[in-house]
């Protein structure tokens, strides 16, 4: 007798869903740990080179570093076991993470605004996953409208690199590195599911020959070093927000466009998603601003 395939698919979706916080959790502690090497690099470490010199340096960064890889693997087990439009909300939506570990590193215990802000972060990420509910999606291969959403992503990611490269008002800068970072970091979630099917499917040497692993690893130090420039440039409200939602909704496109997970799409189920991701781009907004305050003071030298 075969089994109920929602039946069988049930263990899988909390499976994926609890990597998914885990892998979520990992991504929290690095970001903080990053953005307060960052924040705290003196001014003589200017440009990019100067910058990722500085870092190398620093052992916490470092740290951060292998933390998110950590995370990176997680994350790649969750997305392989999961719909990356349950898997990449989740992912997004771990900065909620980040507040208690800022408050360990500064020593002290989180205020009511930013557990305020984390409730209402959490509650929206709970409603939009239970209104949204995606189809499980279809095993595909190679397909042109994947290369499609990969050259409009990467036009996007251009033109906003090119206007925070023209930009000269701080906020506005990190703003715009924070869309760029955004739109990289959702192309690896797509790029990363895609890759984990080639491998499942032809094998490892398939892989090192898909166009998609080259592009995952190129999109994957891109995004490293323009949020770290995002970082760099304003504080972290500037461009954390709109960079975890940019992220969020390139990760749903592919979802929808490449892996058909469609989402609920009644009137009714559409709003409630709406309203339900506006709350959770609230309350990354409010955990930005409340991290904006520096654990340390800047050094000059």
């Known amino acids: 007798m075969v089994g109920d395939p929602a039946s069988t698919a049930t263990p899988l979706i909390a499976l ?20 307060h090497a960052a924040e705290t ?28 890889v950590l995370g990176l693997g997680l994350h790649a087990a969750a997305l392989h076991y999961g719909r990356i439009a349950v898997v990449q909300p989740i992912i997004i939506s771990g ?17 009511q605004a930013e557990i305020r802000a984390v409730a209402l972060t959490g509650a929206g990420l709970a409603v939009f996953l239970v209104a949204s509910n995606p189809t499980a999606g279809t095993h595909i291969g190679i397909e042109m409208r994947a290369a499609v959403q990969v050259a409009v992503c990467v036009v996007i990611a251009l033109a906003a ?10 906020d506005r800068r990190a703003f715009y590195l924070g869309v760029t970072a955004g739109v990289l970091f959702g192309l690896v979630a797509g790029l990363l599911k895609m890759v984990l099917q080639i491998l499942a499917d032809e094998g490892a040497t398939q892989v090192l020959l898909a166009w998609q692993t080259w592009l995952l690893v190129v999109f994957g130090v891109a995004g490293g070093v323009v949020n770290q420039l995002a970082y760099r440039s304003s504080r972290l409200s500037a461009s954390m927000p709109v960079l975890n939602i940019v992220d969020g909704l390139v990760a749903l496109a592919f979802g929808y466009f490449v892996f058909h997970e469609i989402p609920r799409h009644s009137v009714l189920f559409l709003v409630i998603e709406v309203i339900a991701m506006s709350a959770v781009a609230v309350g990354l907004l409010l955990t930005a601003r409340l991290e904006d305050e520096p654990l340390s003071p800047r050094r000059e030298s």
């Open 95 to 111: 900065i909620i993470f980040a507040v208690p570990t800022r408050a360990a590193i500064s020593r002290r215990l989180p205020s």
């Open 16 to 35: 994926a869903s609890g990597v998914a916080v885990l892998a979520a959790a990992l991504f929290a502690v690095s970001t903080s740990v990053q953005h």
């Open 161 to 170: 690199a090119a206007t925070a490269w023209v930009t000269r008002q701080a």
């Open 41 to 68: 690099a003196p001014s003589s470490a200017g440009g990019v080179v100067g910058l990722v010199r500085h870092l190398l340096g620093r052992p916490t960064w470092l740290l951060g570093q292998f933390v998110g």
